[in-house]
């Protein structure tokens, strides 16, 4: 190579290297820590759920995707530094970031909700969430009297633009696209689980994006009340049987493994018949296992009396 060539590579590429070392990080996208990040966050390939459904998520949070003749709907954004990742997947299956018009929420904890701020910068989008879940997401932290509020390092980047709220039952429409919400409070108070048509080949199924209905909390919360909070368990205990009547061929859920997701892409990639997502009875069961750990937490706090203040 011609050394006069030669040091005017040198020369730009070590100003290009500079320049990216000097651009300042995201905020939007600036990784979160905590004891699961790092493994919730590990890169997962794309792929189609069944007909214009699609999983654009990483290993350990959901996130869905699902098409129509006027853009995009995505389901979660899951942790900051899951933005950039989740982007990568929806190109990857041919589709433009920019065309996402639509992004919904299932709960405003920052392992859910932490990259909507990011994907609605990078796309345009409307978000839409549940009245309590709009409210947090403009706050850029759980409400007050979310059971995991007491939790440190609790936030996510705020949302910087119009959060339209959904009513439970509300159809939003995208094209041919119609999701439905269904207020599931319980794991938030805004919690909300979406429903959605699919079809292929000529078959149309159901699908659930389920939200989380597990009884975790920070220390001292109680979902039977106390001085500072309503009993709230018989509000929960209703949420865990919307979502096991709901009409559910296939179910995910916004942690994957709750939903066994990867072994059903396994037992699919295998082929295994039938479609191993295709289990009309998941709703239920997953119900079922969440009404039983909710059962052994309130027994557990009707044992133990709410301290007196």
Not at 81 to 86: D, W
Not at 196 to 205: G, I, T, Y
Not at 219 to 236: A, E, K, L, N
Request: proline share 8%; glycine share 8%.
């Amino acid at each position: 190579m011609d050394l006069r060539l030669a040091a005017v590579l040198v020369l730009v590429l070590g100003g290009w290297t500079c320049a990216a070392a000097a651009r300042p990080p995201d905020p939007l996208t600036r990784p979160l820590r905590c004891e699961q990040c790092e493994k919730w966050n590990e890169p997962a390939a794309p792929f189609r759920i069944y007909g214009n459904s699609y999983y654009v998520g990483v290993r350990g949070l959901s996130s869905v995707l699902v098409a129509s003749s006027q853009g995009l709907v995505l389901l979660d954004a899951d942790l900051p530094q899951s933005a950039p990742l989740i982007e990568a997947n929806v190109r990857a299956l041919g589709f433009r970031v920019q065309d996402i018009r639509l992004i919904l929420n299932s709960h405003t904890h920052f392992d859910h909700a932490g990259g909507i701020a990011a994907l609605q910068r990078d796309s345009g989008a409307q978000v839409a969430a549940s009245p309590r879940g709009a409210e947090a997401l403009r706050l850029g932290h759980p409400v007050a009297d979310d059971p995991q509020a007491g939790f440190a390092d609790n936030g996510f980047p705020a949302l910087n633009a119009p959060v339209r709220t959904v009513r439970d039952g509300e159809v939003l429409k995208l094209g041919e696209v119609e999701i439905t919400a269904h207020l599931t409070p319980g794991h938030t108070p805004g919690s909300t689980t979406w429903t959605w048509r699919s079809c292929e080949d000529n078959r149309c199924l159901d699908l659930v994006y389920a939200d989380s209905l597990n009884s975790i909390s920070a220390p001292g919360f109680r979902y039977t009340g106390d001085v500072d909070h309503p009993d709230v368990s018989q509000r929960f205990r209703a949420s865990i049987d919307a979502v096991a009547a709901l009409p559910c061929d296939i179910l995910i859920t916004v942690h994957p493994g709750l939903g066994h997701l990867w072994e059903k892409l396994e037992a699919r990639r295998k082929g295994v018949k039938p479609d191993p997502f295709i289990a009309p009875e998941a709703c239920r069961a997953y119900a079922d296992g969440m009404r039983t750990m909710l059962d052994a937490r309130l027994a557990a706090e009707r044992a133990e009396p709410a301290p007196a203040r």
